[in-house]
Every structure is written in structure tokens, then in C-alpha cells.
């Protein structure tokens, strides 16, 4: 059964970079696309981009300026780094399996709570 | 950006009532179109995918069906466990985009 697991700083200053890493266990993140998506508190859901396990990318234009995914497919993770947080940042973030190049969310992890304050 | 969206934002209905929740899009999107359940505190969970295919596990109560514009989910006898948030979700066109969310309660 694969899951997965999201982890990094639970606060974040304003301005400041979001690291986030997604660990995938029971299955190779190898021939998947995997994608972030948050959650900001009482609101829906935004699709923030995806990778492929080449390393291939495709953001959400509203975010693509300030954002940055990459796969280490050693360690079977993937990762977020999201440049110059504001409050408006601030979102429980989830990292999920992509059944195609943008299509399903058939695995998710259980989120992480990201708060950018000072 | 294709708008997805969702009516009712909220109900409440009896155990055992028939639900059905509408998502319109803003252009045709063909099938490509799922939907999840998502539990207070919990991650999305995947029901429906491509308008009408119910997940693997998923109870057979859950069912989506259209295509187009205009699709439709439905929980044939609602039971005290369905108590959630429901969200539509479109892959036609990137950037994938979600619908506003349906709350269902238990009257």
C-alpha cells in the first residue's frame, strides 16, 4: 500500500522560503507524477503543480513564479520550495500521487500545517 | 483557468435521504472530471473518477455521472458516515482546478 507522508517547518517567516518533502513508502515514485496541493484553513483546494519522476514540472501559473519542485528518487521523495511567503501562504499542504500528467489524486498524504507568520 | 462550480455550497438530509450534489464547469470538459470526499482534519479522499468510475472500495451508494458542463454526484441512501465535504476536480485543461466544496450534514 503506498503511502505518504509530508514533512518540514510548521512556521515560516514572511518573505522567507517553504521547504516541504514528501516521503513516499510501499511503492517507487518512479513512472508517477506527483502533485501539491493546499489547503489554506476553511477554504478549498488549490492544485499548486506537479513533478514526474524525470523531474519534469508543471506549476499553477498563479504560483509559478515562487515555486520550485524537485525529486530525489534515491530517498523516493519529492519536495516544495515555495519563495517569499505571505500570510496568504499559510495552508495545511498535501502532497498526493497523480495517476497521470494532471488527471486523479489517488494517494494522499496526510497533510502538513504551514503557518507564515513572524 | 476552467471554474468549477459546485451547488449546493452546503445540506442537510436525513439518514437514509437520497443526496445529489451538481458541479458545472466553465467550458466542456468532456469526462475528465472526479470527485473526492474529504472528512474534518482528513485528506482527500478519491470517489469518482472520470465523471462516472467509482473508485476501487469505494461503496456502491456513491455514483457520478455526466459529461460536458454539467455532472452530477449522488449518495443513493445516505449513511451517518458520509458527513463530510464533497469536491469536484477537472483535468481537462491545467491548471487543474477544484470546485468551491458541498457540506453534508445529517439533519
Known amino acids: 500500500q503506498v503511502q505518504l507522508q509530508e514533512s518540514g517547518p510548521g512556521l515560516v517567516k514572511p518573505s522567507e522560503t517553504l521547504s516541504l518533502t514528501c516521503t513516499v513508502s510501499?511503492?517507487?515514485?518512479?513512472?508517477?507524477?506527483w502533485s501539491w496541493i493546499r489547503q489554506p484553513p476553511g477554504k478549498g483546494l488549490e492544485w499548486i503543480g506537479y513533478?514526474?519522476?524525470?523531474?519534469?514540472?508543471?506549476?499553477n501559473p498563479s504560483l509559478k513564479s515562487r515555486v520550485t519542485m524537485s525529486v530525489d528518487r534515491s530517498k523516493n521523495q519529492i519536495s516544495l520550495n515555495m519563495r517569499s511567503v505571505t500570510a496568504a501562504d499559510t495552508a495545511v499542504y498535501y502532497c498526493?500521487?497523480?495517476f497521470g500528467s494532471g488527471s486523479y489524486f489517488d494517494y494522499w498524504g496526510q497533510g502538513t500545517v504551514v503557518t507564515v507568520s513572524s | 483557468d476552467i471554474q468549477m462550480t459546485q451547488s449546493p455550497s452546503s445540506l442537510s438530509a436525513s439518514v437514509g435521504d437520497r443526496v445529489t450534489i451538481t458541479c458545472q464547469a466553465s467550458q466542456d470538459i468532456s469526462s475528465f472530471l472526479n470527485w473526492y470526499q474529504q472528512k474534518p482534519g482528513k485528506a482527500p479522499k478519491l470517489l469518482i473518477y472520470d465523471a462516472s468510475n467509482l473508485e476501487t472500495g469505494v461503496p456502491s451508494r456513491f455514483s457520478g455521472s455526466g459529461s460536458g458542463t454539467d455532472f452530477t454526484f449522488t449518495i443513493s441512501s445516505l449513511q451517518p458516515e458520509d458527513i463530510a465535504t464533497y469536491y469536484c476536480q477537472q483535468y481537462d485543461n491545467l491548471p487543474l482546478t477544484f470546485g468551491g466544496g458541498t457540506k453534508v450534514e445529517i439533519k
Open positions: 498526493a500521487r497523480d
Open positions: 510501499g511503492g517507487s515514485i518512479s513512472s508517477y507524477y
Open positions: 513533478i514526474y519522476s524525470s523531474g519534469s514540472t508543471n506549476y
